[in-house]
């Protein structure tokens, strides 16, 4: 994504709250400018239309969620710990960037959006993590692709999106199995 200005990232961080809290449906572009701080004007000119406030949004939040899993996984050396920490990410992502029920909002909104998302976030799965995706027994053993492993891991974090576990720590433990990640090869990573 090219780089924006500082008026259009505040455009699409207030378009974004403003979806979480009331839907893509209700959301005016007066309320947009107004919630960013900004002229109508400096809103048209970087987005004349809702359809093109949308399009912008969806590569917006492709690089947040990109940039974010790669703060979070390179500062850390070992394939497994990078893998763990991906893991993590993906648990909270959701959680921290749609707001407390997005999905009560305008369920069919959040099901398409997370649908269309599913594709790019593997692909920067597989690209950001690469051969860290190797810790996964079935993957190793070839039974499943590094983007087959990827997906499943975005769908675990998706249900807890939809349908929040009550405790986030034992379905992080739960993935960590499935990625062939256990304590001791964490710790033994970490040393």
């Known amino acids: 994504m090219a ?12 378009t974004r709250r403003a979806i979480a809290a009331k839907g893509p449906g209700k959301l005016t572009l007066s309320e ?3 919630a960013a701080g900004v002229s109508r004007p400096t809103l048209y000119r970087w987005f004349p239309t809702k359809d093109d406030l949308f399009t912008a949004l969806t590569e917006y939040e492709r690089a947040q969620f990109d940039d ?24 909270t ?3 921290e960037s749609m ?17 269309e998302s599913l594709n790019a976030q593997v692909e920067t799965l597989v690209r950001l993590l690469g051969s860290a995706l190797e810790q996964v027994p079935a993957v190793r ?6 983007a087959q492993a990827a997906e499943v891991f975005l769908r675990v ?10 405790d986030t720590e034992e379905l992080l433990a739960s ?17």
Do not use: C, W
């Open 3 to 14: 780089a924006l200005s500082t008026s259009a990232e505040l455009i699409l961080a207030a």
């Open 32 to 34: 947009v400018a107004s």
């Open 68 to 91: 974010g899993l790669q703060g979070e996984i390179e500062v850390h050396r070992t394939p497994a710990r990078r893998l763990d920490a991906a893991l993590r990410y993906l648990l």
């Open 93 to 95: 992502y959701l959680d």
């Open 99 to 115: 707001g407390a029920d997005p999905i009560g909002v305008d369920p069919a909104f959040a099901l398409r959006s997370l649908n």
């Open 141 to 146: 053993t070839k039974a499943m692709s590094r």
């Open 157 to 166: 974090a998706y249900s807890h999106y939809l349908v929040p576990s009550s």
């Open 175 to 191: 993935m960590r199995a499935l990625a062939g990640l256990h304590r001791r090869s964490l710790a033994r990573a970490a040393g």
